[in-house]
């Protein structure tokens, strides 16, 4: 799934491709893909934009008339650049805007959950932003990490977009291993030194991941966005900390990679499908 340094990247990216351009025309593929019902597609049509920028997980377009189109592509979903514009319906097309700059935007899914969706909004209207928590980088979240008691699992807790937004599976697993930190672990388990050192992990992890996506070009296209990860989806290879193999657990229907050398205290923990989780 695009996170946080995936969605900033392609935010960045859109900005510079399409700059204040006017939209001529809003091509809905996929009926599933749009969530909103008004103000409706061609509300947009003749509005121009203003900024392309990103909150959480969301690419968020701000058009004239105080009008907003989110994007969130959630597991497969892309977005492809196209210049010139076309007017095909690929597989798995969910919605085009095109642009009177000779380009358009076009989001798509590869697979077949459809679970890539987008909204258009009015004046006034945050639809799903309304819930999401700060950013890594809000100082709101730093003094959650430094002073709160939640007591859920740490690997739960930085996914929950309520907490912190824009953290998914991905920079999850990667920045839990830089701080040598179970995943199971809780914030209220952990000693000052043990939530700076969490803090850190998290940000360090996420502006790396933005430094290598600034050096992609294009859109965000292709259906594997590439090994980009340190830890998650590597287990089996080599602890960037430590050199032993990495281990995985499944945990609420999702895979977590983890060393247990560096961050379990050397105990490998129980799959949840077989077993308690060991603590």
Sequence with gaps: MPELPEMQGLAERVAAAFGVARVEAVAVL??????TVDPPPEALVGTSLSQATRRGK????????????LIHLSQAG????EAPA???HPRGGVVRFLFDNGSSLL??????????????????DDGPLATLGPEP???????????????RHLHTLLRDQRTVAGIGRGHTDDALNRAGLSPFASLASLGLPERRCLLDAV??????????ERRRTGGLSEAKLGDRFAVHNRAGRPCPRCGEALSR???ESHEIAYCHRCQTGGRKLADRRLSRLLR
């Design 203 to 212: 940000r360090s992890v996420l502006d790396e991941a933005l430094e290598r």
């Design 58 to 69: 969301f690419l968020v377009l701000s058009l004239s008339g105080d009008l907003r189109a």
């Design 30 to 35: 996929g009926f599933t893909g749009l969530k």
């Design 107 to 124: 989001v798509r899914e590869h697979g077949t959950q459809r679970k890539a969706g987008w909204w258009d909004l009015g004046a006034g």
């Design 249 to 251: 657990v499944s945990f």
């Design 86 to 88: 076309k007017a095909t």
């Design 78 to 81: 892309r977005v492809d650049l």
């Design 137 to 151: 980088d809000d100082p709101t979240f730093e003094d959650f990490v430094l002073s709160g008691d939640s007591r």
